[in-house]
């Protein structure tokens, strides 16, 4: 009985396949009960908040703004939610990951976008930088090279910035795409990172694709950091660093412990089927906070920003007719009419 078991529990532990939800299902304990039926109890709530700050949205923020706010909102629910299914159904893991990592490929997109359109739009942003120039030598590309020359801000350097994320947004589908094509022919396989596989090969052009998205990120919000202070752009700024990281590098991390053995088998789950489980339910209550967080951060009016330069010097006039026509007053009943 002890060699059956033991049998059994290599068999188990050798698969490259997850097992289905119905065997998941039945192992389930009192405690797994209770986990599974907290976990999807908040990817709900999650959801719950992100439709209440849709309508808030639709009812609050500009025509031209509310496409990329809902965007950039829907990013930690989009990934609770594709967690949750992924950890009722252990075999759609590898969609579920594909579906988050696409949304959030056009989600950094959007925010560069967002930044863009808290200025005002692109004609009040480069009227209000015309004179200005860019700093390039940010993370995560350049962050050490300090001799980099410093890129004027025109039509044209925005115009790179743009294309920098959405570079990704435009090839990260086709990279998703073309590996499910690879994954039914049997050439594509997450365990399988040998140079013959293509699994490495593909994750490696994405990581490098990201890489060069996040750097006109950067870039724009070193430049409009002090100028959108007033709008929060620190704290939206933090959050989509977290969303970053906790949904790429937090994944990439467990999934390299399983595969060296760090995270042990515990049938019916193997090694790394544990470790996508595990990242499935760090997740949902990671992006559940998230979503309570971003909601008190973008749940505010959004007017368009006004230059400095403007309202100052609006003010200054201001100030200037209320002196002269309190003078005028003044005078007016010093001097009667004759």
């Known amino acids: 009985m002890e060699e059956e078991g033991n049998e059994t529990f290599d068999i188990i532990c050798s698969a490259n396949e997850p097992p289905f939800s119905l065997t998941i299902l039945e192992s389930l304990d009192i405690t797994g009960i209770v986990l599974f039926a907290i976990m999807t109890l908040m990817t709900l709530t999650a959801s719950l908040v992100f439709v209440e700050e849709v309508f808030y949205i639709y009812r609050k923020i500009l025509c031209s703004k509310r496409s990329i706010f809902i965007w950039i909102n829907a990013a930690a629910p989009v990934i609770a939610t594709t967690s949750c299914i992924g950890m009722w159904i252990p075999r759609s893991t590898m969609f579920t990951d594909f579906t988050a990592a696409v949304f959030f490929a056009i989600v950094i997109h ?11 739009g692109q004609k009040l942003f480069l ?7 860019f700093k390039i030598s940010t993370g995560p590309c350049c962050c050490c090279c300090l001799c980099l ?6 039509r044209k350097t925005l115009f790179l910035l743009k294309l920098g994320t959405f570079q990704l947004a435009f090839l990260r589908p086709v990279l998703m795409f073309l590996s499910i094509v690879l994954w039914t022919n049997g050439s594509y396989s997450l365990s399988n990172l040998s140079p013959n ?12 694709l990201t890489i060069i998205a996040l750097w006109p990120i950067g870039i724009m919000f070193q430049r409009v950091r002090v100028l959108l202070n007033c709008k929060k752009i620190v704290p939206k700024f933090a959050l989509y660093q977290f969303i970053l990281i906790l949904s790429q590098l937090q994944a990439s991390i467990i999934n390299i412990l399983a ?8 049938p019916p789950l193997s090694s790394s089927a544990r470790g996508a489980y595990m990242n499935q339910q760090l997740l949902i209550m990671e992006m559940f906070l998230i979503t309570l967080i971003s909601r008190v951060v973008y749940r ?3 007017d368009d920003l006004e230059l400095p330069e403007c309202s100052g010097q609006e003010n200054k006039d201001n100030n200037q007719e ?7 007053n003044i005078i007016g009943k010093e001097m009667p009419d004759i």
């Not at 020359?149 to 025109?154: A, E, G, Q, V």
Request: proline share 2%.
């Open 259 to 266: 595969m060296q053995g760090v995270i042990a088998c515990a």
């Open 322 to 328: 209320s002196k002269t026509g309190l003078g005028d």
């Open 110 to 120: 959007k925010f560069l976008l967002m930044m863009i359109k808290e200025c005002g």
């Open 197 to 208: 596989g293509a699994a490495i090969w593909i994750n490696c052009f994405v990581g490098i």
């Open 300 to 302: 505010k009016r959004y």
């Open 149 to 154: 020359p410093h890129m004027l801000i025109n």
């Open 127 to 133: 009227k209000r930088f015309e004179n200005d120039r």
